[in-house]
């Protein structure tokens, strides 16, 4: 593997997740893969899982670990070529990768969707100029259309506490005050239609996500319907893709927020979310709080996701 954007890039899912296996009950097993090697965690956005579990993984490899918060303190960056560069930005985004890559041996990119262009967002500007310009393996740390790192986590998380080989997993829409990109369900979709389980996606209607990541899901309107059955419910609250609705909140409905008369509904399923998570808007403190809940052993396994794809890229970049 020389880039990681994608939970496709995997490859074979069964090896990738017995590889995770292995590295979460050897973390380092592998510390000298990444001696002399530094990896380079630039944020575009805010962050507290991605930054500490990408760092601790690059840690348990051997590697050296610089952040960048683009926003703190570096020049602030143009991205699109072409502008006359005469206003508050400083730097061009096609000197800054260079020379950030001629720091170091991986770079991890973290650049959420901007809404500006759904274009740009879906073609991954950002990301893709990092691997154009950086002569260096990029991985994704969330962009704009997947996230693919915590779909791996989910996917591991999913491994370890799934009671049938063929379980039910829902991924719902639930309610949230502000505009969200759908990188977290798209990347979360890619990964379930890479299993052979039962996967069910709920939205209101005007929240359907892009057919390429629907894949061969069922998609309903109907939570209530959705969660009948369900092992695993996976709240997430996206914004609209359709149209000219893309990246709007169309309505804050909150019969859509998981509650226990919600739960009640399946089959006494676990409940995850990504993190961060706005309670009783998205969740009930009773349902995130309850033994059934999975969002800390799910953000924990974000170190085992991190230090399996470093180390696939490591191997694979020597
Ligand atoms: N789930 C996740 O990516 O969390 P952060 O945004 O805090 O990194």
Redesign the pocket.
């Known amino acids: 593997m020389r880039h990681f954007t994608s939970i496709t890039q995997l490859g074979d899912l069964k090896n990738a997740l017995m590889a995770a296996k292995y590295v979460k009950e050897n973390p380092y097993a592998d510390k000298a893969l990444g001696e002399n090697k530094t990896a380079l965690l630039v944020f575009f ?9 990408t760092q601790k993984a690059a840690l348990n490899l051997g590697m050296n670990v610089i952040v960048l918060d683009v926003n703190q303190g570096a020049w602030k960056l143009e991205t699109e070529r072409g502008v006359i560069m005469d206003g508050d930005k400083s730097e061009h985004l096609l000197e800054a990768i260079p020379v950030m890559a001629s720091y170091c041996d991986v770079i991890g990119v ?1 650049s959420f969707a901007r809404f500006e262009s759904k274009e740009d967002d879906y073609n991954e500007v950002i990301l893709n100029q990092f691997i154009q310009h950086s002569g260096k393996p990029v991985f994704s ?2 962009a704009a259309t997947r ?1 693919p ?2 779909t791996f986590a989910d996917l591991i998380t999913i491994e370890e506490y799934k009671k049938t080989t063929r379980p039910k997993v829902v991924l719902t829409w639930a309610p949230h005050p502000k505009a969200l990109p759908q990188a ?1 369900p798209n990347s979360f979709a890619e990964g379930l239609n890479m299993t052979g389980y039962d996967f069910v996606i709920a939205n209101p209607e005007g929240y359907d996500l892009a057919p390429e990541f629907v894949g061969n899901a069922r998609v309903t309107h109907n939570q209530d319907e959705a969660l009948e059955g369900a092992d695993f419910v996976y709240a997430k609250n996206w914004s609209a893709y359709e149209g000219d609705n893309y990246g709007k909140v169309l309505n804050q409905d909150r019969s859509w927020t998981i509650s226990s008369e919600k739960m009640a509904l399946t089959n006494n399923a676990f409940f995850m979310h ?3 998570v706005r309670r009783n808007m998205i969740v009930t403190d009773d349902v995130i709080e309850a033994p059934t809940s999975l969002v800390i052993p799910e ?1 924990a396994n ?1 170190v085992v996701s991190a230090q399996t794809v470093l180390k696939m890229i490591l191997e694979d970049n020597k």
Do not use: D, K
Request: aromatic letters at 0%.
């Open positions: 956005n805010n962050s507290l899982r991605t930054r500490l579990s973290r740390m969330e996230h790192l915590q977290v990504c993190l961060p953000a974000r």
